[in-house]
């Protein structure tokens, strides 16, 4: 049975939490996390095509990326606080596309080992307003999300299949 991305965004909160298990080891999946050739390759819905405009994850880093489909480019940047391998990644992110700039989103991802070389990971994203929070709920980002992870299993297994051969 494939793993299940599961975003649970309570009534009334400014926060969601997006919690999913991978059929890989945690060093791994921190490696796809920051590592830009691995990032690339999964992030996003898959109707997308990305671009990397800049990506330093470490302490005080940033990030800026480009999602495009049809002529449209959407765009998305962040500040990197802190990058604790491979428990932790902590900073902000931010979407372009809106009327107005600031709705500064702040996430914490961590990393959990789990037995059998399997692992999972729980993001928290904390918004400005329970408005913000709705607005990113219903702008599609579960499937998005949902979307990338599935990508980021099959690049998960091929790497794994990888360094068990090598």
């Given at each position: 049975?494939?793993?299940?991305?599961?975003?649970?965004?309570?009534?009334?909160?400014?926060?969601?939490?997006?919690?999913?298990?991978?059929?890989?080891?945690?060093?791994?999946?921190f490696k796809a996390h920051?590592?830009?050739?691995?990032?690339?390759?999964?992030?996003?819905?898959?109707?997308?095509?990305?671009?990397?405009?800049?990506?330093?994850?470490?302490?005080?880093?940033?990030?800026?990326?480009?999602?495009?489909?049809?002529?449209?480019?959407?765009?998305?940047?962040?500040v990197t606080h802190e990058?604790?391998?491979?428990?932790?990644?902590?900073?902000?992110?931010?979407?372009?596309?809106?009327?107005?700039?600031?709705?500064?989103?702040?996430?914490?991802?961590?990393?959990?080992?789990?037995?059998?070389?399997?692992?999972?990971?729980?993001?928290?994203?904390?918004?400005?307003?329970?408005?913000?929070?709705?607005?990113?709920?219903?702008?599609?980002?579960?499937?998005?999300?949902?979307?990338?992870?599935?990508?980021?299993?099959?690049?998960?297994?091929?790497?794994?299949?990888?360094?068990?051969?090598?």
């Amino acid at each position: 049975m494939a793993n299940k991305t599961i975003v649970t965004a309570e009534p009334g909160k400014q926060e969601l939490f997006i919690t999913r298990e991978f059929d890989a080891p945690r060093d791994l999946v921190f490696k796809a996390h920051i590592d830009p050739e691995l990032y690339i390759q999964w992030v996003g819905p898959k109707d997308l095509t990305m671009k990397i405009q800049k990506f330093d994850m470490t302490d005080g880093g940033s990030y800026n990326y480009t999602h495009e489909r049809g002529g449209h480019t959407y765009a998305f940047f962040g500040v990197t606080h802190e990058v604790h391998a491979p428990e932790r990644i902590i900073g902000t992110f931010e979407f372009d596309g809106l009327p107005e700039r600031g709705h500064v989103i702040m996430g914490k991802t961590t990393f959990e080992e789990l037995p059998n070389g399997r692992s999972k990971i729980v993001h928290q994203s904390v918004f400005f307003s329970v408005s913000d929070r709705d607005g990113m709920v219903q702008s599609g980002m579960e499937r998005g999300v949902s979307e990338g992870y599935e990508k980021l299993d099959n690049l998960l297994e091929g790497l794994n299949t990888k360094a068990q051969a090598g």
